[in-house]
């Protein structure tokens, strides 16, 4: 490994990420799926989603342009 990447696994961040991703957020929480992964998952679905969705609408506005520009 190059020491550039030892250097990055061995930051501050990197050791608190391995430690506690996978852990409870609020240990009074009755949520048990209250997890850091859980909600960086749901983040990235939620954008993934917003993005699918603006897709769709451009692709949409891009349909009635074409039809209207055959009549």
């Known amino acids: 490994m190059t020491s ?3 250097t990055w696994k061995r930051s501050k961040n990197v050791r608190w990420i391995y430690k506690n991703l996978w852990y409870n957020i609020n240990k009074d929480g009755n949520n ?3 997890i850091y992964i859980n909600r960086i ?9 917003m993005a699918e969705l603006d897709n769709n609408n451009d692709n ?6 074409e039809d209207n520009s055959s009549n």
């Open 41 to 49: 998952t749901n983040e990235f679905n939620e954008q993934e989603e």
């Open 32 to 34: 048990p799926n209250d």
């Open 4 to 6: 550039d990447i030892l």
């Open 60 to 65: 949409v506005e891009d349909d009635n342009a």
